[in-house]
């Protein structure tokens, strides 16, 4: 086995997206489609990677770089096709022997195996494409083989004579060849072509005329399906989610309606959890063992202990974790706290810069004020403390562990463990004053009418 190494383009900007955001950092199934490309080259292991990017696109980097840390970024300064768009690599990869794999970062759906045998079959014969049987060829490049089912070319929609454009064994774009093959045939690419471009795709047939076969993987026509406009963002993140939800239930999940439940690549679900309709899981999400997740619940960056229920109707926002068998219930919003185990916070609260510990309840209408109008401060309530409803907890500030807090108080000072707090304007009560306003009233108005 010889090492692999990757090539990214990523520098289309993609004018049909009709956006400020580079094409490939669009996401679909929570993540970047240049992420879903990155992630599946991860998995052979590469010992190279290089990002092709066009000017300007620091945030395609740097995208490239959560992924792959030491991943090398060339800059396509002017789009003159995909061959000079892969020279851009070259002088990352001018040490590199090997194989060398060139993905596009628009082709999200991409599998980990088909690269691997992609790049099998290179290591074997120096060189091959990967095809797929199109529905509808209009637009790709035609694979030409020889009598011995050999490729021998690769002819674009635009150059193809009719007898070729009838073909429909078509190029996905993504190749595998030899390092050595590649800087070798390289330079003769010429631009000679409908669009004036320097074609990747040339390379078969000058490997051909030099003697040296070019090997064919296919695979189906949905995994290499690229991504253009945003109907097409739509298509994959359909495909995508379709996968998702067969997976979870296939390892023990039960989606009540899997059609209305919308996951992200990393989420991860434990045995016997329950997801309810209409729930969505952004990036960031794991779930323990028995975790129901009810109703119109949306979850991101968040960890859930084994045995909790969320929802109906809650929000977890990054930095959520909920301890075992604890309860955040419906219109509660969770951000950047921990919810001890057995604590409870059942309706209308929102718990953000927090710590609760374990088997406290948060009444209905709890606000922790966690921000000041320039910085966010921790609000860190202790075990077994009943906080009563509509209680404002003015952070930074602490409640010790079994104290006690009135409904309606606002607490801005700390809160001694056992203790009681509670800030109210005394009661006033007056018998018989909604009678005698409810006469006076009712005598006004019926003098008005007779009038
Ligand atoms: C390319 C293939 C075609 C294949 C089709 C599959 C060539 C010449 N043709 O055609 O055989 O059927 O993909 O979708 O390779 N890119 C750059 N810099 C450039 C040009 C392209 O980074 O200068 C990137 C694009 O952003 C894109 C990819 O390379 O991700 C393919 O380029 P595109 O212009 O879409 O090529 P097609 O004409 O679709
Ligand atoms: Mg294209």
Same mark, same amino acid.
Request: with cysteine; glycine share 10%; aromatic share 4%.
């Given at each position: 086995?010889?090492?692999?190494?990757?090539?990214?383009?990523?520098?289309? #900007?993609?004018?049909?997206?009709?956006?400020?955001?580079?094409?490939?950092?669009?996401?679909?199934?929570?993540?970047?489609?240049?992420?879903?490309?990155?992630?599946?080259?991860?998995?052979?292991? *590469?010992?190279?990677?290089?990002?092709?990017?066009?000017?300007?696109?620091?945030?395609?980097?740097?995208?490239?770089? +959560?992924? !792959?840390?030491?991943?090398?970024?060339?800059?396509?300064?002017?789009?003159?096709?995909?061959?000079?768009?892969?020279?851009?690599? #070259?002088?990352?990869?001018?040490?590199? +022997?090997?194989?060398?794999?060139?993905?596009?970062?628009?082709?999200?759906?991409?599998?980990?195996?088909?690269?691997?045998?992609?790049?099998?079959?290179?290591?074997?014969?120096?060189?091959?494409?990967?095809?797929?049987?199109?529905?509808? *060829?209009?637009?790709?490049?035609?694979?030409?083989?020889?009598?011995?089912?050999?490729?021998?070319?690769?002819?674009?929609?635009?150059?193809?004579?009719?007898?070729?454009?009838?073909?429909?064994?078509?190029?996905?774009?993504?190749?595998?060849?030899?390092?050595?093959?590649?800087?070798?045939?390289? =330079?003769?690419?010429?631009?000679?072509?409908?669009?004036?471009?320097?074609?990747?795709?040339?390379?078969?047939?000058?490997?051909?005329?030099?003697?040296?076969?070019?090997?064919?993987?296919?695979?189906?026509?949905?995994?290499?399906?690229?991504?253009?406009?945003?109907?097409?963002?739509?298509?994959?993140?359909?495909?995508?989610?379709?996968?998702?939800?067969?997976?979870?239930?296939?390892?023990?999940?039960?989606?009540?309606? =899997?059609?209305?439940? !919308?996951?992200?690549?990393?989420?991860?679900?434990?045995?016997?959890?329950?997801?309810?309709?209409?729930?969505?899981?952004?990036?960031?999400?794991?779930?323990?063992?028995?975790?129901?997740?009810?109703?119109?619940?949306?979850?991101?960056?968040?960890?859930?202990?084994?045995?909790?229920?969320?929802?109906?109707?809650?929000?977890?926002?990054?930095?959520?974790?909920?301890?075992?068998?604890?309860?955040?219930?419906?219109?509660?919003?969770?951000?950047?706290?921990?919810?001890?185990?057995?604590?409870?916070?059942?309706?209308?609260?929102?718990?953000?810069?927090?710590?609760?510990?374990? #088997?406290?309840?948060?009444?209905?209408?709890?606000?922790?004020?966690?921000?000041?109008? !320039?910085? #966010?401060?921790?609000?860190?309530?202790?075990?077994?403390?009943?906080?009563?409803?509509?209680?404002?907890?003015?952070?930074?500030?602490?409640?010790?562990?079994?104290?006690?807090?009135?409904?309606?108080?606002?607490?801005? +000072?700390?809160?001694?463990?056992?203790?009681?707090?509670?800030?109210?304007?005394?009661?006033?009560?007056?018998?018989?004053?909604?009678?005698?306003? +409810?006469?006076?009233?009712?005598?006004?108005?019926?003098?008005?009418?007779?009038?």
């Amino acid at each position: 086995m010889t090492g692999n190494a990757i090539v990214v383009l990523a520098a289309g #900007k993609g004018t049909r997206m009709k956006s400020s955001l580079p094409k490939v950092l669009h996401r679909a199934g929570g993540r970047s489609l240049l992420g879903h490309v990155l992630h599946a080259a991860r998995q052979l292991a *590469p010992d190279r990677a290089v990002i092709v990017a066009g000017p300007g696109m620091d945030a395609v980097s740097a995208e490239a770089r +959560r992924i !792959f840390p030491d991943v090398a970024v060339a800059t396509q300064e002017e789009r003159h096709g995909t061959a000079h768009a892969v020279s851009m690599a #070259k002088s990352a990869l001018a040490d590199f +022997r090997g194989t060398v794999l060139v993905l596009y970062g628009d082709v999200p759906l991409i599998a980990a195996e088909t690269l691997m045998r992609l790049a099998g079959l290179a290591e074997e014969e120096g060189m091959a494409v990967l095809g797929f049987e199109a529905q509808n *060829p209009h637009g790709y490049g035609r694979l030409i083989r020889n009598a011995a089912g050999q490729v021998v070319a690769i002819r674009e929609e635009l150059d193809a004579s009719e007898g070729e454009r009838a073909l429909t064994l078509c190029n996905s774009g993504i190749i595998a060849i030899d390092a050595a093959l590649l800087w070798s045939l390289l =330079p003769k690419i010429g631009n000679a072509n409908a669009k004036g471009e320097y074609y990747l795709t040339d390379l078969v047939a000058l490997a051909a005329a030099a003697g040296r076969p070019c090997a064919l993987a296919t695979c189906p026509e949905a995994e290499v399906s690229g991504v253009n406009d945003r109907t097409q963002l739509a298509e994959i993140e359909a495909r995508l989610q379709a996968a998702y939800r067969r997976l979870h239930m296939l390892n023990g999940a039960t989606l009540v309606a =899997p059609d209305t439940v !919308f996951f992200s690549a990393d989420t991860v679900l434990g045995q016997d959890v329950v997801v309810e309709p209409h729930v969505v899981f952004g990036p960031g999400v794991t779930v323990e063992d028995g975790v129901e997740i009810l109703a119109f619940s949306h979850l991101e960056g968040s960890r859930i202990g084994r045995g909790a229920r969320i929802g109906p109707y809650a929000r977890l926002r990054p930095g959520a974790e909920i301890g075992r068998e604890a309860h955040v219930g419906n219109f509660v919003e969770v951000k950047k706290a921990v919810i001890g185990e057995g604590a409870k916070a059942n309706h209308l609260s929102y718990i953000g810069d927090a710590r609760v510990g374990a #088997k406290s309840n948060i009444g209905a209408g709890t606000i922790t004020c966690n921000y000041d109008g !320039f910085e #966010k401060h921790l609000t860190d309530i202790g075990e077994n403390v009943f906080v009563g409803s509509n209680t404002a907890l003015v952070a930074p500030v602490k409640v010790g562990d079994g104290a006690s807090i009135g409904a309606g108080s606002v607490i801005t +000072r700390n809160v001694p463990a056992d203790a009681l707090a509670m800030t109210r304007a005394e009661l006033e009560l007056r018998e018989g004053w909604a009678a005698r306003y +409810r006469d006076i009233k009712a005598a006004k108005k019926a003098a008005r009418k007779k009038v």
